[in-house]
């Protein structure tokens, strides 16, 4: 299996910053791709922004030039930098991982870190 674990939620005022982090462990062969993904209560699950291994990014219009998304190939980890945030980023927080396991590649999801932007 793969365990992703997230850290770095909480609350902070419109215009703040936070980061968040994840670390993937357990038993696969490489992470294809590695990011992050939200939902707002009542609405679908969104991407935010994701990495592949070779560091190239993809961002939601929504959070582009406020967010920065990079990762470390060695230590199977991700980082989201999110800046000028705003009351509408406020969601639960996903951290996701396309991996390559022995019979192919799967997706995994984190447990979740809640992101409340209010004053």
């Known amino acids: 299996q793969v365990q992703l674990v997230e850290s770095g939620g909480g609350l902070v005022q419109p215009g703040g910053s936070l980061i968040l982090s994840c670390a993937a462990s357990?038993?696969?062969?490489?992470?294809?791709?590695m990011g992050w993904y939200r939902q707002a209560p009542g609405q679908q699950r969104e991407l935010v922004a994701t990495?592949?291994?070779?560091?190239?990014?993809v961002y939601a219009d929504s959070v582009k030039g406020r967010f920065t998304v990079s990762r470390d190939n060695a230590k199977n980890t991700v980082v989201l930098q999110m800046g000028s945030l705003k009351p509408e980023d406020t969601a639960v927080y996903y951290c996701n991982a396309d991996v390559t396991r022995w019979g192919g590649r799967q997706i995994f999801w984190g447990q979740g870190t809640q992101v409340t932007v209010s004053s």
């Open positions: 990495i592949t291994s070779s560091s190239s990014p």
């Open positions: 357990g038993s696969f062969f490489s992470i294809v791709v």
